[in-house]
């Protein structure tokens, strides 16, 4: 119990836990977007740079082609001047030209000249459709990153509210269902990811209340039954204690004796067929049927049913190396109850898996008269021949369970539903292998 606690309070840990990682999901997104707004910011002033080289470059083009006069300094935004060296410039003016101005300068030889090109960079510079542009891109990309921060905010909000806070409401049944306490029903909502389980798990808990319920009654019934018998016994009990102490001292031993005791012998066997009627009863009670099964007759098709158990149990004997055959043959329309139909075959496959040698289980379909029975067959079955009789009587476990755990229900169940369901079930050892048929009347 201390265990089944601690699982809820983890629960509860983990809410917080994801509450925590949902706190630091949050923080690190915002880093993200302040690290790409500094990221656009110095990309864009990347951009300025490099636009003022590419005017530079064409400026300097112009002039090898064209000459210095033939440049139109109002088509490039950055470039604010061009100044030339003349060949016979004096020292002064070697250092104004390379030394001088406000703006930003490239120097450039060409063709035996030296060209000063002045340039401008930043925004001032920039013409207003470039401007526009940098303030449209940074918009859209901080627009784009918070629609990206919206739509995780709400991813997380529904894994909260539709999947871990439902979840965290029915933790707590299973537990209280182990204690033996039957709390009152989950309400079922239209979250589709826990309908189907909140319903199992109301249905476990009506059937363990009924189950409760029939156990109370069955012990009430036979406390009941002890008192009444038990009272009556004592009658014929004390009537046959007073005939025996009488005849053991003789007490009938004047005239006419033998006829006395000859009564006296007569009522000593009523009273032990009243007790006898009394003990007749109460191993007619004992052996009532003790399981409430019932069976609901519908129809189904005999490919869904071994499909089914196909499924269930396919992956788990690839996982135990145990070749697994299915032979289908051809499909009909069963009469029985769908629920009880897989409970008997997988009772019967529980079987072949414990107590077979792991190697082989096949399933196979035949068809006689009306019927259609599907054999589970496994090898190395070791249950002696003389024993087969026993194995669908209640309580009987066969002398090779060894250490298994086991009731000796499983193929009485098996047998009992059946019947329910105008069908049987009987087995047989073949050689080393134990087939066991189930049979389904078709419709």
């Known amino acids: 119990m201390g265990s089944q606690g601690g699982r809820i309070e983890s629960v509860a840990m983990r809410m917080k836990g994801f509450r925590r990682t949902a706190g630091i999901w949050t923080g690190a997104l915002a880093v993200i977007i302040i690290a790409v707004n500094v990221l656009l910011f110095f990309c864009v002033a990347e951009d300025e740079n490099r636009a003022y080289r590419v005017q530079i470059n064409r400026v300097e083009q112009i002039i090898k082609?064209?000459?210095?006069?033939?440049?139109?300094i109002g088509e490039f935004a950055n470039i604010s001047g061009i100044r030339v060296l003349s060949r016979g410039a004096g020292e002064e003016e070697k250092i104004r030209f390379f030394a001088g101005g406000e703006d930003e300068a490239a120097i450039r030889y060409i063709d035996g000249v030296y060209y000063r090109i002045d340039w401008r960079n930043g925004p001032i510079a920039a013409s207003g459709h470039q401007n526009h542009f940098k303030a449209e891109l940074t918009i859209w990309v901080n627009v784009?990153?918070?629609?990206?921060?919206?739509?995780?905010?709400?991813?997380?909000?529904?894994?909260?509210?539709k999947i871990l806070s439902p979840f965290h409401e029915v933790t707590k049944m299973p537990y209280e269902l182990a204690k033996g306490n039957l709390p009152g029903e989950i309400k079922e909502n239209k979250n589709r990811y826990f309908a189907r389980f909140i319903w199992g798990l109301n249905l476990l808990r009506e059937r363990l209340e009924a189950q409760t319920e029939k156990e109370l009654a069955l012990q009430r019934e036979q406390k009941t039954m002890i008192l009444s018998v038990s009272h009556d016994i004592k009658t014929p009990l004390s009537a046959i204690k007073l005939y025996a102490k009488a005849l053991s001292r003789n007490l009938y031993d004047e005239t006419g004796a033998v006829d006395r005791q000859k009564e006296i012998g007569d009522k000593i066997c009523q009273n032990v067929e009243v007790i006898e009627n009394f003990v007749a009863h109460i191993v007619a009670a004992s052996g009532q049927d003790f399981l409430d099964l019932t069976v609901e007759n519908k129809e189904f098709y005999l490919d869904e049913l071994l499909q089914e158990i196909d499924s269930y149990y396919r992956e788990k004997l690839s996982y135990l190396q145990t070749d697994f055959e299915v032979r289908r043959g051809s499909n009909c329309l069963l009469k029985g109850d769908w629920e009880s139909s897989i409970r008997v075959l997988q009772n019967v496959m529980e079987n072949a898996i414990k107590y077979g040698d792991g190697k082989q289980i096949k399933i196979?379909?035949?068809?006689?008269?009306?019927?259609?029975?599907?054999?589970?067959?496994?090898?190395?079955?070791?249950?002696?021949?003389?024993?087969?009789?026993?194995?669908f009587e209640s309580f009987w476990r066969g002398s090779n369970v060894g250490n298994r755990s086991g009731s000796g229900l499983g193929l009485y169940i098996c047998r009992q539903l059946m019947m329910k369901m105008d069908g049987d079930i009987f087995a047989r050892v073949a050689g080393d292998r134990m087939e066991v048929t189930v049979v389904f009347r078709m419709v």
């Open 65 to 72: 082609e064209q000459g210095a006069a033939s440049v139109d």
């Open 364 to 391: 196979s379909v035949s068809e006689e008269e009306d019927c259609k029975l599907i054999t589970v067959s496994n090898s190395g079955c070791d249950l002696p021949k003389e024993e087969m009789p026993h194995i």
């Open 144 to 161: 784009v990153m918070a629609v990206m921060s919206l739509l995780l905010f709400a991813f997380l909000l529904f894994i909260k509210n």
